[in-house]
T-cell receptor
Framework: AQKVTQAQTEISVVEKEDVTLDCVYETRDTTYYLFWYKQPPSGELVFLIRRNSFDEQNEISGRYSWNFQKSTSSFNFTITASQVVDSAVYFCALSEAGMDSSYKLIFGSGTRLLVRP | NAGVTQTPKFRILKIGQSMTLQCTQDMNHNYMYWYRQDPGMGLKLIYYSVGAGITDKGEVPNGYNVSRSTTEDFPLRLELAAPSQTSVYFC??????????????FGNGTRLTVT
């Protein structure tokens, strides 16, 4: 069965600090996809990144970087030089084909990040 | 393109009332999903559909019904509202034909309170 664990419920940092959000997943499939979404205080869900299980290359996008390690079933997200605008709830999510190829997205419980000025 | 549109944005129901949360998308996506987000929690899948005429249960389907008569619309029905259904409801869609790992397109949510 699929499961996504985000053990950090809430993180508080001071602006310009680096912060890493942890995500650990469980799946029986060899083909699966991992995602990160951001939910700012306004409430909408913003897609940040996706990774498939065959691509363990780390990715950097500006101040954001992602570390995918199959050996530890982790897909961690780092924000470098955090800014107040980064304050949001961040969700890690897992998608696998399933019996009906529905690719349902299963979410972790989220990590609330507060960046203080 | 409007993307995924949900109506209403807010609603207050009394216990036992019924209502339909509307969701429509104009991207011709075949996959659609309903999630609920309880305060301080992640999103839980209620129902999903892989195409018109096909629906299936997610993690938390009890108390809800759905239908998918067209590609565009995926309404969620609450028959007998209960306080436990107080939540924010998100509808989402995905284009399966582009890629298996296409990201979900989310609507802006419907905030429902049952008192």
């Amino acid at each position: 069965a699929q499961k996504v664990t985000q053990a950090q419920t809430e993180i508080s940092v001071v602006e310009k600090e680096d912060v890493t959000l942890d995500c650990v997943y469980e799946t029986r499939d060899t083909t699966y996809y991992l995602f990160w979404y951001k939910q700012p205080p306004s409430g909408e869900l913003v897609f940040l990144i996706r990774r498939n299980s065959f691509d363990e290359q780390n990715e950097i996008s500006g101040r954001y970087s992602w570390n995918f390690q199959k050996s530890t079933s982790s897909f961690n997200f780092t924000i470098t030089a955090s800014q107040v605008v980064d304050s949001a709830v961040y969700f890690c999510a897992l998608s696998e084909a399933g019996m009906d190829s529905s690719y349902k997205l299963i979410f972790g419980s989220g990590t609330r990040l507060l960046v203080r000025p | 393109n409007a993307g995924v549109t949900q109506t209403p944005k807010f609603r207050i129901l009394k216990i036992g009332q019924s209502m339909t949360l509307q969701c429509t998308q104009d991207m011709n996506h075949n996959y659609m999903y309903w999630y609920r987000q309880d305060p301080g929690m992640g999103l839980k899948l209620i129902y999903y559909s892989v195409g018109a005429g096909i629906t299936d249960k997610g993690e938390v389907p009890n108390g809800y019904n759905v239908s998918r008569s067209t590609t565009e619309d995926f309404p969620l029905r609450l028959e007998l509202a209960a306080p436990s259904q107080t939540s924010v409801y998100f509808c989402a869609s995905k284009d399966r034909t582009v890629s298996y790992n296409s990201p979900l397109h989310f609507g802006n949510g419907t905030r429902l309170t049952v008192t």
